[in-house]
């Protein structure tokens, strides 16, 4: 049962408000995510983003209980654990799955410079430079002086560089 400041007295009824409660339970779960996440127990803290997904999806099922507002706390709330969770799917060198939840996140807020780093460093795995740099680009874009993304532009294109100069030798050592 939720704390009693989300418990309202209607008619001689008790009433829940589902929000609230949803909202408090998801961020203590989340909370225990961060914990699993700084302690790098990837499994655990990639457990405890799903649930809180789990539970967001579940609040929003139950339209006739939320409003416009409510629906917006609880996106922002599905946005940090879904990147938290792609960041923890970078961490486990799984690429694919942190793209593509770095996907649902831009649904969720097509202006989101975290989503896009990481959607960036995401496709660095996949060796999808290209595509990297464009996601980078407008992650500085969106957060001109964040340092954390300037320098993984700066590493992105040393192993471009780096690529292109092997690529070069291999072609050269072809021909010969």
């Known amino acids: 049962m939720p704390s009693n400041e989300h418990v309202v007295l209607v008619n001689g009824c008790v009433k829940v408000d589902l929000v609230e409660g949803v ?16 302690i790098k127990n990837y499994t655990d803290a990639n457990r405890k983003y799903k649930k809180a997904i789990r539970y967001i999806d579940w609040c929003k099922t139950q339209s006739d209980k939320i409003n416009s507002y409510d629906e917006m706390k609880l996106s922002e709330i599905k946005l940090v654990c879904l990147l938290n969770q792609a960041a923890v799917k970078l961490k486990m060198n799984l690429f694919r799955e942190a ?6 996140g831009l649904l969720i ?15 660095i795995g996949l060796n999808d430079y290209e595509m990297a740099l464009k996601d980078l680009k407008t992650a500085l874009l969106l957060v001109p002086n964040n340092k954390s993304i300037k320098l993984e532009i700066i590493s992105l294109r040393n192993r471009m560089r780096n690529y292109l100069l092997l690529e070069k030798a291999r072609f050269e050592k072809m021909l010969k």
Do not use: H, M, P, W
Request: with cysteine; charged share 30%.
């Open 99 to 104: 793209l593509y939840l770095c996907d649902k």
């Open 23 to 38: 909202e408090e339970v998801v961020t203590n779960i989340k909370d225990s995510g961060n914990y699993y996440f700084s």
């Open 109 to 123: 807020d097509g202006k989101c410079a975290k989503a896009f780093y990481r959607r960036g460093q995401a496709r």
